[in-house]
């Protein structure tokens, strides 16, 4: 019997080749390969933030295919720039993407928390009832709790809530020496 694949949307801010974001993003592209190569089908959804000077991710929608997986990278809006100096990834076309097409996937893959993609798989799991799988690694460390208290207790409460499919996976390590891993 061949088992079907199981379908994930990958919904992120940034995504590789963006690498001035550091190392996230080359463990999310290592991931994704991992799975696609152990019966996984991966689509990745992300904004061209750290993109905006290479001409192929101007677009308002560009699709690519990296590592055998499917990314589309979406124009953002610095709407938000008093969120942080990305904007909060904030994108109507990803938006608007993710609603259309999250019925399609088994699961809903996020690699952060606080930014707006987040928000829109969050939306996406409770209109089509999809298991939302947060993987908030470093995200919840008390630097990080101490930069927009507000927002983020509002957004975990939302994300939290006792009859959610959400399941937030994250490392979050105590202070040892005054430094935060």
């Given at each position: ?7 994930i949307l990958c919904i992120v801010p940034t995504y590789y080749p963006a690498s001035k974001f550091g190392g996230p993003i080359q463990a999310l592209r290592s991931l994704n390969y ?99 799988i947060i993987a908030a690694t470093g995200k919840l460390t008390p630097w990080v709790w101490s930069q927009m208290t507000i927002k983020k207790k509002h957004l975990l409460e939302i ?23």
């Open positions: 019997m061949i088992r079907n694949k199981k379908r991992f799975l696609t190569k152990n019966n996984f089908e991966i689509e990745v959804v992300t904004t061209n933030a750290g993109l905006e000077d290479r001409s192929e991710y101007k677009l308002n929608k560009n699709i690519k295919k990296l590592d055998g997986i499917k990314t589309i990278y979406f124009s953002r809006i610095k709407l938000f720039d008093f969120f942080n100096s990305s904007g909060w990834h904030f994108s109507i076309p990803l938006f608007i993407y993710v609603l259309q097409n999250a019925k399609n996937f088994d699961v809903i893959y996020c690699r952060s928390i606080w930014n707006f993609p987040t928000i829109a798989a969050y939306i996406a799991s409770k209109i089509y009832n999809k298991k939302l994300y939290s809530k006792k009859n959610s499919s959400t399941f937030i996976n994250t490392l979050c390590f105590k202070r040892r020496r005054g430094v935060v891993p």
